[in-house]
């Protein structure tokens, strides 16, 4: 009798652990998917709002240096990230009474970041493509990004220039863009503010 009823027992155990895992199975992965929203109206904005103060370089009113301008950008998560929020920044229409030494219409593709603190900043064709050209006008626009990463973030030591992914040999013939660039603030004569 104790081994009947210790067979029925086991049995029965093992029906209510059958059944238990296929509702597991079909409930648990729509349970473990759904996300719970968040309903703080402050926890969406607040990570948008997050900001850093950068220098950024433009070209100053004689036409012949840079001019830092402090400015709040997005903050972004690591080096990277925030090398591409400062060149984001960068890119974008200047501030009032400033020029900025980017051609219209350059966009940022991508970075890379070396364990030398060397950055590769991929740009697209239009860095070339609507560069006026000039010996000044290629070095401001070079140093004008050079500038901009290396005096925000200590970790990039130099900045070498792609186009579409490639290596370019110069915007406008007249600087070797073959290899990185390390910070020169000879160009850069006085700081301003936004």
Same mark, same amino acid.
């Given at each position: 009798m $104790? *081994?009947?009823? /210790?067979l029925l027992m086991y049995v029965g155990l093992a029906a209510v652990l059958a059944v238990a895992l296929v509702v597991l199975l079909l409930v648990g992965p729509r349970w473990l998917a759904t996300p719970v929203p968040d309903n703080s109206p402050a926890a969406a904005p607040a990570a948008d709002a997050r900001k850093i103060h950068a220098r950024l370089f433009y070209v100053d009113? /004689?036409? #012949?240096h %840079?001019?830092?301008v402090e400015q709040e950008v997005p903050? +972004?998560? +690591? $080096? @990277? #990230?925030q090398a591409k929020r400062i060149l984001e920044a960068e890119l974008a229409a200047p501030p009032a009474d400033h020029l900025s030494a980017i051609p219209a219409g350059t966009k940022l593709k991508a970075l890379y970041l070396t364990s030398k603190g060397e950055a590769y900043v /991929? *740009?697209?064709r239009e860095l070339q493509s609507n560069h006026p050209g000039g010996?000044? +006008?290629? $070095?401001?626009t070079v140093y004008s990004l050079v500038d901009t990463l290396t005096a925000n973030l200590p970790a990039i030591t130099g900045v070498q220039l792609l186009i579409d992914g490639? #290596? @370019?040999d110069? %915007?406008? +013939?007249? *600087?070797d863009l073959r290899r990185p660039f390390e910070q020169n603030l000879i160009y850069a004569n006085r700081q301003s503010s936004p």
């Open positions: $104790t *081994l009947r009823r /210790d009113p /004689d036409g #012949e %840079l001019v830092a903050y +972004g998560e +690591g $080096t @990277i #990230e /991929d *740009l697209s010996t000044t +006008g290629e $070095t401001l490639k #290596e @370019i110069s %915007l406008a +013939g007249h *600087l």
